[in-house]
């Protein structure tokens, strides 16, 4: 295991000992955190053991692993190269990956079929490999999302002139007393239901045209472009024919170098 992976998994808590590591590890929370999942071989099913649709981040040391969205490796796919995979949201697959396997060493992949290179990727040359330079074709400063600000201000609110739930009741009081006054007997009881609800009616409407205003504390809130510092520049760079994407802490030059692969290298 080369010093940029066994950092990368000793900073996300995952315990190695000599050559032996964890495959691919799949955390439940982003930035490595919560419950998680280690596995060393292909995973057709993460319902098996509890993890289906949960993970939010990864660390894959040692091969490139596909993830897809559905079980036995269907829907949505991605494949990953070894690195730091903080959030998986802006690869698409927060909380969707339901199935898991890796990807062998001589096996060619298409490039649109990679997700953005990771965190701790290993841009080092390798031993005799041939390095090429190729066009960057655009650059974008990626900050963190946008921020929403909140406030409270009182202002005065219109009556609409709703039912005047407290007249209703006066009224219906006042309207069952007066109810009660007419016959006797059996007709007066009668006549006391009859007059609260001709009192509530007549209550209800007491203001109704009358509108006016009140005062009450009302919250606004907009977004606003985050403040934070660029978090990453993301690349897109051509070679022999194909696009590549990568992310770098810095903005690039007019060109980058890359394998004959079309893998950066430093």
């Known amino acids: 295991m080369n010093t940029t992976l066994r950092a990368a998994l000793a900073a996300a808590g995952i315990a190695f000992a000599g050559q032996a590591c964890a495959d691919v590890t799949f955390f439940q929370n982003e930035d490595f955190h919560g ?10 099913d993460f319902e098996r053991y509890g993890f289906n649709d ?8 040692g091969e490139r692993w596909e993830v897809c969205e559905d ?10 190269r070894p690195g730091r995979y903080p959030s998986l949201a802006s690869l698409g697959m927060d909380n969707r990956i339901s199935s898991a396997r890796m990807i062998a060493r001589d096996a060619r992949v298409e490039e649109y079929r990679y997700a953005p290179l990771p965190a701790g990727y290993d841009y080092r040359r390798r031993d005799h490999e041939r390095l090429y330079q190729a066009n960057v074709t655009s650059v ?3 900050v963190g999302p946008a921020e929403q600000r ?23 009081v006042i309207g ?3 109810g009660h006054q007419i016959g006797n007997g059996r007709g007066n009881d009668v006549a006391t239901a009859g007059g609260a609800v001709a009192g509530a009616v007549v209550g209800s409407n007491v203001g109704r045209d ?5 005062a009450r504390d009302v919250q606004h809130c907009k977004s606003v472009p985050s403040s934070a510092r660029t978090d990453y520049w993301d690349v897109t760079y051509e070679f022999r024919g194909q696009e590549h994407h990568m992310q770098t802490t810095a903005p690039p030059g007019p060109t ?11």
């Open 210 to 214: 009358s509108g006016g205003t009140y």
């Open 71 to 80: 079980a036995r490796f269907a829907g949505k796919c991605v494949v990953l």
């Open 35 to 44: 419950r998680n999942f280690t596995a060393h071989g292909p995973v057709g």
């Open 256 to 266: 980058v170098t890359v394998n004959e692969h079309g893998e950066p290298r430093a």
């Open 150 to 172: 909140c406030w409270v201000e009182r202002e005065q609110v219109q009556d609409r002139g709703g039912p005047n739930v407290g007249g209703a009741v006066v009224g219906a």
């Open 54 to 61: 949960r993970a939010s981040s990864v660390v894959v040391a």
């Open 140 to 142: 974008h400063a990626v």
């Open 176 to 178: 069952g007393i007066l």
